[in-house]
């Protein structure tokens, strides 16, 4: 495999003609390089005019390997050929360099280049690219490239230091300016330096100029330079306004990355240009800004195809659903004002933004059932949005890179009806979501007040979060984090919320349960005008007179688990459950009522033939529900094969004393028109090792949602049915 590297654009803010003295400097040898032991000039030219100077050298280098390797290679020191050509009058220097050493078995070849900063030419550019390919080496290929990688990530690091020290020498030297090349003056060509045994050249003697201080110059920055990037000496005393300007092809600059993106090792710099430079030539859409980028790579170790594997992923999900635009677009209904316990507060002593979420207070199945997914997950997406946007403005106001926001999270009040299960997997999806595409985002998790249901929740939860996110939360139960490591080692006094003991008064919703009366149908749900997601997690049923719903499940092991939970959204159903060791006939829609459409779905299973304790049994005591009713159970299986879960039409009874009906019947019957009930149903089958561990503390559910109606256990059957 070849590895690849390509550096930021380096600026030395001094001219062209004074870091060519310096660079000069470094021949035939340079002690703050201990590797680099000789060089030898090979050959060498100057144009006629004396504005161009090619020069060709036989570099030796004592590369820090293993004895028992060198041994085996048979060599002390490895050999590059280096090719310079200096051009005085466009004011460039170009340098190629390959090894000669070992050149059937492993290729090096590095490409430099400095020139004149396009928008300052008092001020040099310098950009360096290289590529590594071995192809055989004794069977020790992978340490061969280990040990390549870390001597020129080393080397790298060293480069710019290496001529900002000769840059210093030469001013100690009273020499601050070098004139430039000029047709009519005598250009005559550098004197050869000596070969590996001789001693280090006399460099000519440049004209010398008092050292002053030059101030550098006003900042330029108008509307065709809106990307300007601010430099990294802005921070650094009185040049708090000092501004880069842009460099060309919108290239990378290192004080930039250093400002706006963070200390990044010589190879991550490569691997963030060489991303940035694959996007901007084969990505067709918005190219995302790099902090972004950089994001991905972090997520991915920096390993460049997983990490442009899983962005591309991600700029598609983004231009498909338009969310770019989603801070100018979205408008949180009324009803996510009024209940999502959530908000944005102030900045943590990082200066990272500050997320506040209530979870605790929340009413998430109410949410659920009144907003439907997909407005539930557009919130929370237009909050991820908010946190990049205000990443961006604390990275400015607080002078530092800022990419990852602060997240408290108060969980009292959690009790079991947090652990609705559909509510559950619908913030999973949220999860997954956000992980896919918003890496990196989360700075620091603080989980406050966990109660004694909080280890239910967070084994669901955690298997579907990063390892590397689940490193940043830390967890305090009950009024741990008052006290010492607690919540003011992350979060300034003053900003502490009032509702965690603190005097400042926090602007995020108190919750609250969601009246019914907001709840939305299924049909309402699945109407939405966009979609983020290609499914729901409820589907709908219509209930007929002699024409029941019925959903088939095949069980493969014994003590699996049938969870449901559903909503009787009009007219009263029976609710059975059965088993049959052989399977149904293929699902049938009841012609009678010219079923078609998702939202009437209507299914029979059971075949008109099927005699009861013969065909099929009933595993479950018929459980009558009525309209506006939410039910949830779970059914422990005795025996694999078919279970067949029912809702049936409720026939009103009639009166024990009398074939007349009662007034009240009579009254109900006419309320469900047509003799139609609908419901909203969702299923899941558990593995009993996964219902044991996470799921059983639902069987002693009692909350504002639900109330335990019935409930019977065996050692190998257990239902609950809840409402």
Same mark, same amino acid.
């Given at each position: ?215 550098? #110059? ?8 809106? +990307?300007? !990037?601010?430099?990294?000496? *802005? $921070?650094?005393?009185? @040049? =708090? ?111 990272? #933004? ?8 929340? +009413?998430? !199945?109410?949410?659920?059932? *009144? $907003?439907?997914?997909? @407005? =539930? ?347």
């Amino acid at each position: 495999m070849v590895q690849k590297y390509q550096s930021p654009v380096r600026v030395y803010k001094h001219p062209f003609e004074l870091v060519m003295a310096a660079y000069e400097r470094r021949f035939p040898t340079c002690h703050l390089i201990p590797m680099f032991v000789a060089s030898d000039v090979v050959d060498e030219e100057t144009s006629e005019d004396g504005s161009t100077h090619r020069i060709e050298r036989r570099c030796a280098l004592d590369v820090d390997a293993p004895r028992l390797l060198k041994r085996i290679a048979g060599v002390d020191y490895v050999y590059f050929i280096q090719k310079n050509t200096l051009n005085r009058k466009e004011r460039t220097l170009h340098i190629e360099s390959h090894n000669e050493t070992f050149s059937n078995r492993v290729i090096i070849h590095e490409i430099c280049c400095y020139s004149v900063h396009p928008e300052n030419e008092d001020w040099t550019c310098f950009e360096q690219t290289a590529s590594l390919d071995i192809k055989s080496f004794f069977g020790f290929e992978s340490t061969v490239e280990k040990i390549a990688m870390k001597q020129y990530a080393s080397s790298i690091k060293k480069g710019k230091e290496i001529i900002e020290f000769y840059l210093k020498e030469l001013e100690d030297e009273g020499i601050t300016h070098v004139p430039r090349w000029a047709p009519s003056s005598l250009s005559l060509p550098p004197p050869r330096p000596t070969s590996l045994s001789t001693s280090p050249p006399v460099l000519p003697k440049l004209a010398a100029t008092p050292v002053v201080s030059t101030p550098l #110059p006003a900042d330029g920055q108008d509307g065709a330079s809106q +990307d300007a !990037k601010q430099d990294s000496s *802005a $921070l650094q005393g009185d @040049s =708090l306004t000092e501004i880069l300007a842009g460099t060309p092809d919108d290239k990378l600059d290192a004080d930039y990355i250093k400002r706006y993106l963070g200390d990044l090792t010589p190879l991550q710099e490569s691997c963030l240009i060489r991303l940035r430079k694959w996007l901007q030539e084969t990505h067709k859409g918005k190219i995302p800004k790099d902090e972004h980028i950089l994001r991905f790579l972090r997520a991915r170790d920096f390993n460049m195809d997983r990490a442009r594997e899983i962005l591309c992923q991600s700029l598609t999900w983004r231009k498909q659903h338009q969310v770019d635009y989603l801070l100018e677009t979205w408008s949180s209904p009324q009803v996510l004002q009024d209940y999502y316990t959530g908000g944005w507060h102030h900045h943590d002593r990082d200066g990272r #933004p500050l997320y506040i979420l209530r979870l605790g207070q929340m +009413d998430t !199945k109410g949410l659920v059932r *009144a $907003l439907g997914e997909e @407005s =539930l997950l557009r919130h929370v997406l237009s909050i991820n949005e908010e946190g990049l946007r205000r990443c961006e403005e604390n990275t400015k106001v607080f002078g530092r890179p800022i990419s990852c926001w602060t997240c408290l999270v108060d969980l009292e009040g959690l009790n079991m009806r947090h652990l609705w299960r559909p509510g559950v997997k619908a913030l999973l999806r949220i999860i997954e979501v956000v992980e896919a595409n918003y890496p990196e985002t989360l700075g620091r998790l603080l989980i406050l007040r966990a109660p004694r249901v909080f280890p239910v929740l967070w084994t669901l939860v955690s298997p579907f979060i990063d390892e590397n996110t689940r490193k940043k939360f830390l967890i305090y139960a009950g009024n741990d984090y008052q006290g010492p490591g607690g919540l003011v080692d992350y979060i300034d006094k003053e900003i502490i919320p009032d509702f965690l003991g603190g005097e400042c008064m926090c602007e995020v919703p108190e919750g609250g349960l969601v009246p019914k009366s907001m709840y939305r149908t299924a049909e309402e749900l699945e109407n939405e005008d966009v979609r983020l997601w290609t499914e729901t997690i409820y589907q709908s049923a219509s209930i007929f007179k002699g024409a029941p719903h019925e959903l088939l499940i095949e069980i493969i092991d014994a003590s699996s688990v049938i969870t449901w939970d559903f909503d009787v959204c009009k007219g009263d159903v029976v609710f059975n459950i059965y088993h049959s060791k052989r399977a149904p006939q293929p699902p049938r829609k009841d012609p009678a009522h010219g079923i078609t459409s998702p939202g009437g779905n209507n299914v029979q299973l059971i075949d008109k033939s099927w005699t009861l304790g013969q065909d099929y049994s009933m595993v479950e005591s018929p459980l009558t529900c009525k309209e506006g009713e939410s039910v949830q159970g779970s059914h422990i299986t005795r025996w694999p094969g078919f279970y067949i879960l029912q809702w049936k039409f409720h026939n009103m009874p009639a009166c024990s004393a009398t074939n007349l009906p009662r007034v009240d019947d009579v009254l109900a019957t006419l309320q469900v028109s047509s003799h139609k009930c609908k419901v909203m149903y969702y299923t899941e089958v558990l593995g009993s090792e996964d219902f044991r561990g996470s799921m059983t503390s639902l069987e002693s559910s009692h909350s504002g949602f639900s109330q335990l109606s019935a409930a019977t256990t065996t050692s190998q059957s257990s239902s609950m049915i809840s409402r």
